[in-house]
């Protein structure tokens, strides 16, 4: 399958695609005679996993290292696990800090509402 294929197929753009190449994310396991290069459906179907882990924060040579573990399992799993769970804890601290900002927001519209509607009663 080549990167246009795949870009059609899962709905990434291209160039994203050739990014993930440019980066070591992606590797063709073919290049023909007219220089198109061909990948495995198994590395078509990483496509998903690099945008997850891209969107949480992960650096490129973190996802190279967790692809890599992923097919191999060998001894850097610990520090992969360990990657991991620090962006996991990240992205829980920025979801913690996003609801305690809509709470606020959320007081200040009660309590806006609340003024609105006290200035508007005819006692």
């Known amino acids: 399958m080549t990167l246009e294929e795949a870009s059609k197929r899962f709905g990434v753009d291209l160039d994203k695609l050739k990014n993930y190449e440019k980066n070591g994310l992606l590797t ?29 924060g992960l650096a490129y040579e973190d996802i ?22 620090q962006h996991r804890y990240s992205l829980l601290e920025n979801i913690h800090e996003k609801q305690r900002l809509l709470d606020e927001i959320d007081y200040l519209i009660d309590d806006m509402r609340k003024k609105f509607y006290k200035g508007k009663r005819k006692d």
């Open 28 to 56: 063709p396991i073919e290049i023909l005679a007219s220089g198109e290069k061909q990948y495995t459906e198994e590395e078509v179907r990483k496509i998903g996993v690099i945008g997850s882990l891209l969107k949480a």
């Open 64 to 85: 190279r290292q967790y692809l890599s573990q992923s097919n191999s399992g060998t001894e850097n799993t610990e520090e992969i696990l360990r990657i991991l769970r």
